[in-house]
């Protein structure tokens, strides 16, 4: 891939902690477009979108939106089969 | 949850970068590789957030104390301000510590790659500075890719840490290099294979620079040999993070 404007899901650590109890940068996640399964760490992240953008890193896929307003926030998992987060 | 921190001590590491000493509350401590988020808000409400490094291990002695380094972004919108303004005994909102991936600890297996680009060498000086505190001896090495010898970050602490027999620090310059030092140029194969752990070592390799540098340093070391999930990475940008 040429564009390189991304970040990765660590960047995306921040924002997901207020949303979940457990850290998901070292959550396995399948991607819903492609099949491929990676940590999400490895996501492209961007942040120059409305809010926060994760894209599967084999497919380009929308895996996960982050989008923060003054007092409620959007999480949209529609590209993600699931999440695998190990037990702590 | 964001907390507010106070700035204890501000310590110019180059031109471009400065590293901050925090104060934090309730720090519940963190694991070297670890990052936080830094939200500033302007006097009419517009807020922007960045995520940062920690540039320090923790240890029990120095519980609530943690050290950012910041490199300046050129027009960025959070970093001038912490770079050339913000100031000991001023308050800093932050968020974290967050992330479990891109981390070392001491009890995990096998030898221990550092690649960094630029600033990407702020997480890997915590985790050699967590080597260091936890008296490890696991074999670590650093590649650490800079412009310039004016770029370095952590000069006389990379000093320090290159005289343990455990840790070895190999820098690499991309446009001017110190008398004596031949070579120019970025990181490429040759590097790679004379300096870097060999793909049966077992090592665990951790590359942080900015996103061409990641990919670039990702791709030499898979098609080296290396086991892509023993590469772990971190990334950052002109635009800093969420």
Redesign the interface.
Known sequence: MSE????????????L??LFAV?L??AIAQCNGCGRTS????AH?F??APG?VARCPGCDSVLLR?VTRPNDTYLDLRGLTYLRVPNS | MWQVATVTGVRRETETARTIELEVPDWPGHVAGQHLDVRLTAPDGYRASRSYSIASAWTASHSSTIELTVEQVPRGEVSPYLVDVLNVGDPLEIRGPVGGWFVWKPEQDGPVQLIGGGSGVVPLRAMLRAHASAGSTTPFRLLYSVRRPESVIYVSDLKELASSDDVDVRLVYTRDAPAGEPRVGRIDADVISEHAFKPGDGATTYVCGPTPFVETVADLLVAAGHDPARVRTERFGPTGGP
Not at chain 1, 4 to 15: E, M, R, V
Not at chain 1, 39 to 42: D, L, P, Q, R, S
Request: charged share 20%.
């Open positions: 390189t404007n991304y970040l990765d899901g660590n960047a995306a650590a921040g924002s902690s207020e850290d940068t070292s940590v999400f760490a490895e992240v942040v120059d926060m982050v």
